[in-house]
């Protein structure tokens, strides 16, 4: 399984940027793909989470109303929209698999490697 995230930048506050994952390798298309972010010294924090097989989506509170999770499952890709961006949104972005969705970074087996965005005027 790999995971190939794309779409990290710089920008203002307030502006928005569009994350993408794509997923290979999978031999079910019961899977469920999530964002997560890392800001310097600071933990993994779970950001949204869609199920790849049901549509069901989730995201943290933090992002709620900002952010948007989607999937193409023709493309195999799940794309974070990022909307009202804020400073404290700056952080690495990485998007991770596995079964169902959760919260907990633990729960999770595959990662891709990180995009960084970074929100400042």
């Known amino acids: 399984v790999q995971l190939q995230a794309s779409g990290g930048g710089l920008v203002q506050p307030g502006g928005s940027l569009r994350l993408s994952c794509a997923a290979s390798g999978f031999d079910s298309d019961y899977y469920a793909i999530a964002w997560f972010r890392q800001a310097p010294g600071k933990e993994r924090e779970w950001v949204s989470c869609i199920s790849m097989s049901f549509g069901s989506v989730y995201h943290a509170n933090s992002v709620k109303g900002r952010f948007t999770i989607s999937r193409d499952n023709a493309e195999n890709t799940v794309v974070l929209r990022m909307n009202s961006l804020r400073p404290e949104d700056t952080a690495v972005y990485y998007c991770?698999?596995?079964?169902?969705?959760?919260?907990?970074?633990?729960?999770?087996?595959?990662w891709g490697q990180g995009t960084q965005v970074t929100v400042s005027s």
């Open positions: 991770a698999a596995d079964k169902w969705c959760s919260a907990q970074t633990h729960r999770y087996t595959y």
